[in-house]
């Protein structure tokens, strides 16, 4: 390679671009610079294909059908119209507050020490004075103590089924449920059993009787704001899901994932009400304070929480102090509740706008409910619609959405798709629902009613 003062003047880039390119192609493995020498290009190596057909014999079968990677984890071309995703877009996080948190978590010691196994002690204190705010007057609130912090809800999901039920084990799941949960289920060999769950959560005697049949000790649940379905449980559904769990001597998983992202009120979460630590309380702050900082807290009292850590231990040791810091600095701030309001008028805002368009442009789709809260609409097509050629349609289009299917543990009772209306470019929405109408159309009723013969996957 010509030097970088040569690269400069026939670029006429500045010193600092040069050595930009420069790091950037050898990170690429494109070029090798050779100290007192000079830089060199690489010699291109020929790929061959490689043959890794024993691997076969070596992984045997799967125990169960693991599903790869879930459509809300997918990235979107820059044009396309993303109602798929599981996250919000980054306009409505707390950017300034998060950048802020970063720099001064670098600047102190969190930067370079190891945090402790079950989480940093401020950071715990607070997942459990959250928590102590909705407790009722005259009940015991959780401690610090009680608190572990995990890398993510999903992580602790995964620690829960494993620690908790067990190889083989049963575990009751709402249907429909988080895709994550399905998949946490699977990979720990734990036995996922259904119970139907609709606007208003499960139904008390279906649930009633999946414990019976199954002998199952725990259900993961979402009360608040239900991925995928939206739902948020009254508080008298709440109370007999509460029975049934502490008249079988069972555990509740309770998933207040999108806590922060109340609309009409706020979430309410089901741990307030138990004392005795049936309810083991999972609570993100990924998706409301960044992606980046990936941290959530798992709030398990009695010596449930001890298994829980145990797992943890084995899993990942500890979660980083970094990112801890930057989370507790950005939640403790005063602008936090500020943005939080700001939050509730956008997510409003953004809801109602795909709700309207939805009505304008797909009339054959039909909401069960607006959710309260949330991320996402749970959209039921007409009978006998093929989502995946309709989500596959709709991608040639230029609009990613996620077919139902991935949020069922079983068969899905329907055909659904779920719509958030977190992504990017709202403005858009209306496009958007053009497009899944018109995709739908393409669907003729007479195609929607004839026997469909499953199609050999490739
Ligand atoms: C219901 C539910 N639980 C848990 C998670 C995982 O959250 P985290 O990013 O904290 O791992 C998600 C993410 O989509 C979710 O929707």
């Known amino acids: 390679m010509p030097s970088n003062r040569a690269l400069m003047a026939r670029y006429g880039a500045s010193p600092v671009t040069v050595q930009k390119a420069m790091r950037t192609l050898g990170a690429l493995g494109l070029v090798e610079s050779r100290p007192g020498v000079g830089t060199f290009v690489r010699a291109v190596r020929t790929a061959r294909a490689l043959d890794y057909g024993w691997q076969t014999g070596a992984l045997g079968a799967p125990r169960a059908r693991i599903p790869t990677l879930s459509t809300p984890l997918r990235s979107a071309a820059p044009d396309a119209i993303g109602l798929h995703a599981g996250y919000p877009d980054r306009t409505l996080l707390p950017e300034r507050l998060v950048r802020t948190a970063l720099t001064r978590a670098a600047r102190s010691t969190a930067a370079l020490v190891r945090s402790d196994a079950a989480g940093s002690p401020e950071l715990r204190a607070w997942f459990a004075t959250e928590l102590a705010e909705a407790t009722p007057a005259g009940g015991t609130p959780p401690a610090a103590r009680d608190v572990l912090i995990v890398p993510g809800s999903q992580s602790g999901l995964s620690s829960i089924f494993r620690a908790i039920v067990g190889f083989g084990r049963p575990v009751l799941l709402e249907s429909p449920t988080y895709w994550g949960a399905i998949l ?22 279906e649930l009633a009787r999946a414990f019976e049949e199954t002998g199952a000790r725990l259900l993961y649940a979402q009360p608040n704001y239900a991925n995928p379905t939206g739902a948020q449980w009254s508080r008298e559904r709440a109370e007999r899901v509460l029975d049934i769990v502490r008249a079988r001597g069972a555990f509740l998983v309770e998933d207040d994932w999108a806590h922060d992202f109340g609309i009409d009120g706020a979430a309410r979460p089901l741990a307030a009400h138990d004392e005795a630590g049936h309810v083991i309380y999972v609570r993100s702050l990924t998706k409301s304070v960044s992606p980046a900082v990936r941290v959530a807290g798992v709030i398990a009292r009695g010596p449930v929480r001890d298994r829980i850590l145990a797992d943890r231990g084995a899993e990942s040791m500890y979660v980083s102090d970094l990112l801890q810091a930057a989370a507790l600095d950005v939640v403790t701030h005063p602008g936090w509740r500020t943005h939080l309001r700001h939050l509730g008028q956008q997510l409003r805002a953004r809801r109602d706008l795909l709700v309207d368009s939805l009505a304008e442009h797909v009339p054959d789709a039909q909401l069960d409910h607006v959710p309260r809260g949330g991320l996402h609409l749970w959209a039921r097509l007409p009978d006998g619609t093929d989502v995946d050629r309709l989500t596959r349609d709709c991608e040639t289009d230029g609009v990613l959405i996620a077919p139902g299917t991935e949020w069922f543990p079983a068969e899905p009772s329907g055909p659904f798709v779920r719509l958030n209306y977190t992504g990017p470019d709202p403005e858009r929405f209306p496009d958007g629902a053009r497009v899944i109408g018109r995709a739908l ?16 996957r490739g």
């Open 184 to 205: 946490a289920a699977a990979q720990a060999g734990v036995r996922a059993v259904p119970v139907p769950s609709g606007p208003d959560g499960p139904d008390p005697d």
């Open 441 to 456: 159309a393409r669907q003729a009723p007479a195609d929607r009613s004839a026997p469909r013969v499953q199609e050999p």
